[in-house]
């Protein structure tokens, strides 16, 4: 089983739609997650960290879910520009260890 | 402005010679890593530093070589001996020991061995 897993997609979605993206780890002692935004021969950006009690910036809302061990990104009202791929990320260890783990990334098309 | 820098952007070697990617950094961060991304896939860790003259291998890490003399600092060396190095290369740096620190990307660098 790889360490962090994502849907690769693509998701084709309309504009305006409800999107969700999840993203399983299977280290129970990893304790930092974050969602980043890659977009097409760029290198990634930071879209948001994941906290224990989930946390939302403007139409995107992440989730933790410990027990099963999975993160989850929803991106509300899609916008044409929110074409992107979106990796999931994960510190497998202690915070202190370092070793941020990669998902392959979910790629999201927005049509109009 | 405080970042992290790749040079060159665009890099063409010849199989069997070695190759220097460079990174730089002025976020005062501890922590320094190596990625490399291939077309359609996600980021594999190759090497990491968590400090000034010490590093980790990551996942991937044969055929490469890293120093971390000094903080601002993390060089990478892809040798002859790495059997597929064409790949879009990314160093990252972030807090050490800091809970949910997340990375800064450097614009990365594209090799092409021919």
């Known amino acids: 089983r790889k360490e962090v897993e994502q849907d690769p997609g693509p998701f084709n979605v309309p504009e305006g739609a409800t999107v969700a993206f999840n993203c399983t780890y299977s280290n129970s002692a990893s304790q930092s997650f974050f969602w980043y935004r890659q977009d097409c021969r760029k290198e990634p950006k930071l879209l948001m960290s994941v906290y224990s009690s989930g946390n939302e910036d403007g139409r995107f809302t992440a989730q933790l879910n410990r027990a099963s061990q999975y993160i989850s990104l929803l991106i509300r009202d899609s916008k044409l520009s929110d074409s992107a791929t979106y990796l999931c990320?994960?510190?497998?260890?202690?915070?202190?260890?370092?070793?941020?783990?990669f998902g392959q990334g979910t790629t999201l098309q927005v049509k109009p | 402005d405080g970042g992290i820098t790749q040079s060159p952007k665009y890099l063409f070697r010849k199989e069997g010679q070695n190759v220097t990617l460079s990174c730089e950094q002025n976020l005062n961060h501890d922590a320094m890593y190596w990625y490399r991304q291939d077309p359609g896939q996600g980021l594999r860790l190759i090497y990491y530093s968590q400090i000034v003259n010490d590093f980790q291998k990551g996942d991937i890490a044969e055929g490469y070589s890293v120093s971390r003399e000094k903080k601002e600092s993390f060089p990478l060396t892809v040798t002859s001996a790495q059997k597929n190095p064409t790949a879009f290369y990314l160093c990252a740096s972030g807090d050490r020991g800091v809970g949910n620190s997340p990375l800064h990307f450097g614009n990365g660098t594209r090799l092409t061995v021919t």
């Open positions: 990320v994960v510190n497998t260890g202690s915070s202190n260890t370092g070793k941020l783990i």
